[in-house]
């Protein structure tokens, strides 16, 4: 069992950054696949960043890259994303998740774990 709880959220203005991070409990938080996803109001889920176990890669979605950054801290259990040149499109609440397979690292249903979420809000 992993929980979860997302932390950093709040108001921010146009091209302002967040950083978000998602703390882990339990003693094997290196060895799972962590990512954010987010959801907008009226809107479906989406994936927005993963970073695989150590030494891995992490993705990007289109939509955040070059401005989001993934990174993970396995001494601290602790997952952060560094989003910066944010837009009021990116309001949204984000919330982390956690899985044990390497596959399929867009796909929300195959998240084993999730946090409880965050509220980031971009003005213009």
């Known amino acids: 069992q992993v929980q979860l709880v997302e932390s950093g959220g709040g108001l921010v203005q146009a091209g302002g950054s967040l950083r978000l991070s998602c703390a882990a409990s339990?003693?094997?938080?290196?060895?799972?696949?962590m990512a954010w996803f987010r959801r907008a109001p009226g809107k479906e889920r989406e994936f927005v960043a993963a970073?695989?176990?150590?030494?891995?890669?992490?993705d990007y979605a289109d939509s955040v890259k070059g401005r989001f950054t993934i990174s993970r801290d396995n001494a601290k259990n602790t997952l952060y994303l560094q989003m910066n040149s944010l837009k009021p499109e990116d309001t949204a609440v984000y919330y982390c998740?956690?899985?044990?397979?390497?596959?399929?690292?867009?796909?929300?249903?195959?998240?084993?774990?999730w946090g409880q979420g965050t509220q980031v809000t971009v003005s213009s």
């Open positions: 970073a695989r176990r150590s030494g891995g890669s992490s």
């Open positions: 339990g003693r094997t938080f290196s060895s799972y696949v």
């Open positions: 998740a956690a899985r044990k397979l390497d596959v399929r690292l867009r796909a929300a249903e195959a998240y084993d774990y």
